[in-house]
């Protein structure tokens, strides 16, 4: 069964830092584009950050630029978001994600068929 597992979510300082993983078991992720996205307090989900099958390509929502980034490894089947210069506006539950849509076509949340549970960040001021 195609399983997306995330961890590594808690509480943090503004300023601090965190490194969310997203472990893939059930399908072969070589084959996929791997997202984050992300669900604020109120708000609708988000679109975060993704990485292309061989790491070659990685895009982000504007908000995050040049404080997170994501990467991955296809040998150990997982997916990382480190994330630095946290905002108390980045609280939210962080969700992984996996499409085999091409890498410029995965860009919205409804091109993901798989998804994780989730895992809390909570940044506090």
């Known amino acids: 069964q195609e399983q997306l597992v995330e961890s590594g979510g808690g509480l943090v300082q503004a300023g601090g830092s965190l490194k969310l993983s997203c472990a893939a078991s059930g399908f072969m992720v070589s084959n996929y584009v791997l997202g984050w996205f992300r669900q604020g307090p109120g708000k609708e989900r988000e679109f975060v950050a993704r990485?292309?099958?061989?790491?070659?390509?990685?895009y982000y929502a504007d908000s995050v630029k040049g404080r997170f980034t994501v990467s991955r490894s296809n040998v150990q089947r997982m997916m990382y978001l480190q994330m630095d210069n946290l905002k108390p506006e980045d609280t939210a539950v962080y969700y992984c994600?996996?499409?085999?849509?091409?890498?410029?076509?995965?860009?919205?949340?409804?091109?993901?068929?798989?998804w994780g549970q989730g895992t809390p960040v909570t940044v506090s001021s």
């Open positions: 990485i292309a099958r061989n790491s070659a390509g990685t």
């Open positions: 994600a996996a499409t085999t849509r091409i890498f410029s076509r995965a860009d919205t949340s409804d091109a993901y068929p798989i």
